[in-house]
């Protein structure tokens, strides 16, 4: 049964600190996406990829945020610096077409 | 742009009655619908599609879902609830060229025994 698998399932951390989020995506699956889900703004997507290419990060802040892509089994979102505003829980998805299969996200903590 | 607005924010069912959530869908082509369901703590997973094939969906653990063009509905159905049923669930729709999801605000479901 595939999935996409995400580490760390919990990051606590202190303002300022740099936080790395990665997400093994399912074998086959040529788009990722990664979502923020916050009890204010629900679930908000970041950035996503097609075939390891970035087509869209309009959704992340720019300054402190970055995704990549480094080979097709590994997605990565770093936040830096981090900022208590961004405490949420972060999720990763994968898919063929329109169809997206979520992970368990990362919930972070940032103090 | 595509939109979805789900009608209730919270349903209240007792177990093994019916349950229906509502979601309305605003779309200027046909589009892809999806039902998804996070139980607390989890991550979203995929109840159920609809891609333009059949009408009427069925996904997972019961549910189905019509696809209505005429009200531009998508409501969510199961016949008889169970207490595993309580989540929170979210109406989606794709977009036409890229892929991206735009989400419903949720509907929570509680379950009474």
């Known amino acids: 049964d595939a999935r996409v698998t995400q580490t760390p399932r919990d990051k606590v951390t202190e303002m300022g600190q740099e936080v790395t989020m990665r997400c093994q995506p399912i074998?086959?699956?040529?788009?990722v996406f990664w979502y923020r889900q916050t009890m204010m703004q629900g679930l908000e997507l970041l950035a996503y990829f097609r075939n390891r290419a970035p087509l869209d990060d309009s959704g992340m802040p720019k300054d402190r945020f970055s995704a990549e892509m480094p080979d097709a089994t590994l997605a990565t979102l770093k936040i830096q610096p981090s900022e208590p505003r961004d405490s949420a829980v972060y999720f990763c998805a994968s898919g063929t077409a329109d169809t997206q299969y979520f992970g368990p996200g990362t919930r972070l903590t940032v103090l | 742009a595509q939109s979805v607005t789900q009608l209730d924010s919270h349903v209240s069912v007792s177990e093994g009655t019916p349950v229906l959530l509502r979601c309305n869908y605003s779309s200027s082509y046909s589009p892809s619908l999806f039902w998804y369901v996070q139980h607390p703590n989890k991550g979203l997973q995929l109840l159920l599609k609809?891609?333009?094939?059949?009408?009427l969906v069925k996904g997972i653990n019961g549910f189905e879902a019509e696809f209505k063009k005429s009200e531009t509905s998508f409501h969510l159905t199961k016949p008889s609830a169970h207490m595993s049923d309580a989540a929170e669930y979210f109406c989606v729709v794709s977009g036409d060229h890229d892929y991206k999801l735009s989400f419903g605000a949720g509907t929570t479901v509680t379950v009474r025994a």
């Open positions: 609809y891609t333009s094939a059949a009408t």
């Open positions: 074998l086959g699956h040529n788009t």
